[in-house]
């Protein structure tokens, strides 16, 4: 199994976290952020593909750093793991300087 890894973005960018999950199937993954469960749709994308999970976040802003967990289950239990994410954000003038 490969695992998650710690990851740094910025601001307006899109991401790819990736994991390989292992053993017998059906597997079914599902993906949580600070806890709260991950409904795939415009901002996330999940996919689970030759064994390996991935999820997209889009549009990427501060609020979605924290901590990603994959969780892969089957009928003979759990595994799961998990990535800190850190969204920046590039330096921006709050004011411009007055011209002379």
Known sequence: ???LKDMKSIVDSSIVLECKVS???PISVSWYHEGN???SGEK????LTDNTCSLKVNSLVTSDSGNYI???TNEAGSDDC???LTVE???SFVK???PI
């Open 96 to 98: 411009k300087p007055d």
């Open 82 to 84: 998990s990535a800190l």
């Open 1 to 3: 199994t490969k695992k």
């Open 44 to 47: 996330y994308q999940a996919t």
């Open 23 to 25: 053993g017998s199937q």
């Open 89 to 91: 954000e590039p330096p």
């Open 70 to 72: 994959c969780e892969a």
């Open 37 to 39: 469960k991950i409904i």
